[in-house]
């Protein structure tokens, strides 16, 4: 079975600055996709950022950037530059690639809340 | 642009009773998921349609029932509610195997 732990409960970070949420999993499959999914208070998910485990180039998304280290099980999540809106639980997530009757199932870690102190 | 509908938004039940969450999206996609969150952890996959016609077990199943009713709709159903099933459930759906999953507000549910 998979299992991701995110060992930051709480974050803040002044705007416009820079942090780095950890996240590290573990697996024994190869082929597998990782996910970071967004919670504000308005309870909705939303996803931040993809990765591809065969990509070896880190994913981006204007703001949002991750540091994926295959070998160690490690997928972080820098956000650069900071906003009052980024205040949000922050959840990794690990998805198997699988065959395509068996449909995707995400294993979430526990979440980090992150406050963006103005 | 309405995306993954759940209903109702806020529940309270007694002990014992049952209770259909309801789940519709409109994106076309193939496979549908039911998750709950409880405080201070992730979501847990409760049940999971790969695509219409077929639904398995996920983490933590025990007490609940699902449907997929059509390729749109994919309920969730309480039996005989009980105070540990008090969480947020989350539905989603995503279009094909690897593709990233859209989730519902989520419905709050709370048992007595």
């Known amino acids: 079975a998979q299992t991701v732990t995110q060992s930051q409960p709480e974050m803040s970070v002044q705007e416009a600055e820079t942090v780095t949420l950890s996240c590290t999993y573990d697996t024994s499959e190869n082929n597998y996709y990782l996910f970071w999914y967004k919670q504000p208070p308005s309870r909705q998910m939303i996803l931040v950022i993809r990765?591809?485990?065969?990509?070896?180039q880190n994913a981006t998304e204007n703001r949002f950037s991750v540091n994926f280290q295959k070998a160690a099980k490690s997928f972080s999540l820098k956000i650069s530059d900071s906003q009052l809106g980024d205040t949000a639980m922050y959840f990794c997530?690990?998805?198997?690639?699988?065959?395509?009757?068996?449909?995707?199932?995400?294993?979430f870690g526990e979440g980090t809340q992150l406050t963006v102190n103005p | 642009n309405a995306g993954v509908t759940q209903t109702p938004k806020f529940q309270v039940l007694k002990t014992g009773q049952s209770m259909t969450l309801q789940c519709a999206q409109d994106m076309n996609h193939n496979s549908m998921y039911w998750y709950r969150q409880d405080p201070g952890m992730g979501l847990r996959l409760i049940y999971y349609?790969?695509?219409?016609?077929?639904?398995d077990k996920g983490e933590v199943p025990n007490g609940y029932n699902v449907s997929r009713l059509n390729k749109r709709e994919f309920s969730l159903r309480l039996e005989s509610a009980a105070p540990s099933q008090t969480s947020v459930y989350f539905c989603?759906?995503?279009?094909?195997?690897?593709?990233?999953?859209?989730f519902g507000d989520g419905t709050r549910l709370s048992i007595l």
């Open positions: 349609s790969a695509s219409e016609g077929t639904t």
């Open positions: 990765q591809e485990a065969y990509k070896q």
């Open positions: 989603a759906s995503s279009e094909v195997v690897y593709q990233p999953q859209h």
């Open positions: 997530a690990f998805m198997k690639q699988r065959g395509e009757t068996s449909g995707s199932r995400l294993t």
